[in-house]
């Protein structure tokens, strides 16, 4: 698919120009690659880099995790890790229409297309940066989890052109993470469509709660 191979060279293109960065260590004086950079080359070399999620998130992670680019959580510790990372995502949705559920291990947030984006636009909603800038500074926080975006449409309109937005919309959240500071080797997206709806399409309550962006997060855990 044609947009899927842009969205690849979007992601391969933003890392050479992150490959350039580079911080002085205050204490030895040594030139030295940031974190972010070493996420974004990791991502263009082992294909998590934003584009479409190829392979299982636990693969996903395993290569975030083999890169450096995340740290792991021991296996019993995971359940405090998420029920953390769950309460402070509450607190800082709390009132922007974001929704934040728990599906065993993994974090799921729900952002209304209404209050997302224009109607068949995928350009951020100016107002609605304030609340992924919330989103962002626990994602820093919480920095051992991967990031699905998925992009989803109500059934209006063709199937190909639910498919390229839905595919257009995931990808400017998720570059919009890695704009500011999310590791890009964390963050996958894919679109979804029309073909993962969760409400009734045939009314106007329905198709509006199927027009969304859902940011899944998950755990990755020491092996």
Same mark, same amino acid.
């Given at each position: ?8 060279? *979007? ?123 919330? *989103? ?41 993470? *890695? ?16 073909? *993962? ?27």
């Amino acid at each position: 698919m044609k947009f899927q191979q842009k969205f690849l060279a *979007v992601a391969v293109s933003a890392t050479l120009a992150l490959v350039g960065c580079s911080t002085i260590d205050p204490y030895t004086g040594e030139k030295k690659v940031s974190k972010l950079t070493i996420g974004a080359a990791i991502g263009a070399i082992g294909g998590a880099v934003i584009g479409m999620a190829v392979g299982s998130k636990e693969d996903r992670a395993a290569n975030a995790l083999k890169g450096g680019a995340v740290g792991a959580i021991a296996g019993g510790a995971v359940g405090g890790y998420m029920d953390k990372q769950e309460k402070k995502m509450t607190e800082k949705l709390a009132g922007t229409g974001v929704s934040v559920t728990r599906n065993g291990d993994e974090i799921i947030l729900n952002m209304p297309g209404e209050i997302t984006f224009a109607t068949g636009k995928s350009d951020l909603n100016v107002n609605f940066t304030n609340t992924l800038d919330g *989103v962002i500074l626990v994602l820093e926080e919480f920095e051992k989890t991967i990031i699905t975006i998925e992009g989803h449409t109500d059934s209006s309109g063709s199937d190909a052109l639910n498919q390229k937005l839905s595919e257009e919309r995931a990808l400017s959240v998720g570059q919009y993470l *890695v704009n500011h500071n999310v590791v890009v080797a964390r963050v996958s997206t894919i679109g979804r469509g029309e073909t *993962v709806a969760k409400y009734d399409n045939t009314t106007s309550e329905g198709r509006a709660q199927n027009r969304r962006v859902e940011l899944t997060l998950t755990p990755v855990v020491a092996q």
